[in-house]
């Protein structure tokens, strides 16, 4: 019996130990699921994902298209049909002749624009080189989310170095005092050493919840951005390269004017302008069009609905020229209109271009100027932390005061700290560049 009751526990147990195991390892999957772990190409990928910007973009493509094709349907042949069928019902007996009780009239009919002296022919064109512009200014935004997304990421990246580079310096502040009192032992510390070390200790403290803050702000900012629920953690992968392609500035302003998509659109929106300008031209001038009609023609006192004895056979063909005359000034309103949209235009693309060219010459000069910097920054992070080694020694032997140390650990703290802000802004303007300079955007032809 004894034998039954310890094996009905160990089962038991054997049991409770199998479901605490399988919650603690849903628990462990849930914990790993809740951290997105992402780097810099993943983020890009999920702003452009969940950008509103480029959905209202998308949309207004999709109207430029609807522009088009409503201008591109005249030229195309206009079909259409009617029935009309009439009852009537009381009229003197005087009009007897004229009229009967029942009457129908159906048929079909089809015009086709003939010829127009380019007026339809440049309206089109002007629509199509609209909608080729639309699609340039999705893509300057696409680069902007991108640009965006890459700032963001660059500045968490930051803010997130500079934490861990104000808490290894408490670190090593902490390690400095535990210096100072095994000199304490030896009898060689005073007590203005023993204070100006607690005071060194104490004011790194805000310094690493300034940091911490800062990078508790910056991942905000980021999961804005990528839209990420507020209870998810993220965490950056990566970190800043130290290495650099050089640029020649003529070849990145060549790929300015050949690439960048902004000034691309703003080359169409002038071909559609001119374009327009040439329609309005033509509109002064006749069109030409080409009719046909085929109708079926009853009337009958006896049927409500006639029958195909009752129906004669009415069809018709011809051509129409229309000419303006005099429309109380619309047509040159409107030409008047179009040219100063054709100025605008220009005039807003070389304002534009000028824009551009200044903002790629100040990023080039930025990004050479902190590619030397940086050079200078890793070399000047490598001898402080030398100097700040030696300087402990130093210190623990007796030849070097409080003061020395602390001096040489601040100093070992900031050269980090220029370290990183040159690499985050080597890769700032390195993303400047990018984003106007990019690669050709090849759009689905109409």
């Known amino acids: 019996m004894a034998m039954k009751k310890l094996s009905g526990f160990t089962i038991c147990l054997c049991t409770v130990a199998a479901l605490s195991s399988n919650i603690i390892a849903y628990a462990d999957n849930f914990q790993e699921g809740s951290v997105l772990k992402i780097g810099l190409e993943e983020t890009v990928q999920r702003a452009l994902d969940t950008s509103e910007e480029l ?86 935004s696409r680069q902007d989310v991108i640009f965006a997304a890459k700032l963001s990421y660059y500045s968490c990246l930051l803010a997130r170095n500079t934490l861990s580079i104000a808490e290894k310096s408490y670190a090593d502040v902490l390690e400095n005092k535990k210096l100072l009192g095994q000199r304490s032992y030896g009898g060689r510390s005073s007590k203005y050493e023993i204070v100006k070390m607690n005071a060194d ?156 060219l200044l903002e790629l010459k100040k990023a080039y000069l930025e990004y050479e100027q902190y590619k030397d910097n940086l050079k200078a920054n890793i070399e000047a992070v490598s001898l402080a932390e030398e100097a700040f080694k030696q300087t402990q020694e130093m210190f623990s032997s007796g030849q070097v005061s409080i003061t020395d140390l602390n001096t040489a650990e601040l100093l070992l703290t900031n050269q980090r700290l220029n370290k990183e802000a040159t690499l985050y802004n080597i890769n700032i303007t390195l993303a400047k560049i990018e984003k106007l300079v990019t690669e050709k955007y090849e759009y689905e032809k109409l």
Do not use: C
């Open 201 to 356: 200790v104490s004011a790194r403290i805000p310094a690493v919840n300034e940091a911490r803050t800062q990078f508790d702000a910056a991942t905000e900012t980021l999961r804005r951005i990528i839209d990420v629920d507020f209870d998810r953690k993220i965490e950056l992968e990566g970190s800043f390269q130290e290495q650099y392609a050089n640029f020649n500035y003529e070849t990145l302003v060549n790929a300015l004017h050949a690439y960048e998509p902004s000034l691309q659109g703003l080359g169409k929106s002038i071909d559609s302008a001119e374009a327009s300008v040439k329609s309005k031209y033509a509109s002064f001038l006749p069109t030409i069009s080409a009719f046909a009609s085929m109708n079926y023609k009853g009337d009958s006192n006896e049927n409500s609905f006639l029958k195909r004895d009752e129906l004669d056979n009415y069809s018709a063909a011809g051509f129409k020229v229309s000419i303006p005359i005099w429309e109380g000034g619309i047509k040159e309103a409107q030409l008047s209109k179009a040219k100063a949209d054709k100025e605008i235009a220009v005039l807003r693309k070389k304002q534009v271009e000028r824009n551009l």
């Open 55 to 140: 959905k209202i973009k998308d949309s207004e493509i999709k109207r430029s298209k609807g522009v088009y094709g409503e201008v591109r349907s005249e030229a195309l042949p206009h079909i259409s049909g009617q029935s009309i069928w009439t009852n009537n019902m009381d009229y003197p007996d005087k009009a007897a002749s004229k009229y009967y009780d029942h009457s129908l009239d159906s048929g079909l009919n089809a015009s086709q624009l003939v010829w127009s002296f380019g007026k339809v022919m440049y309206a089109i064109d002007a629509a199509k080189n609209a909608v080729e512009a639309t699609r340039w200014n999705s893509e300057a």
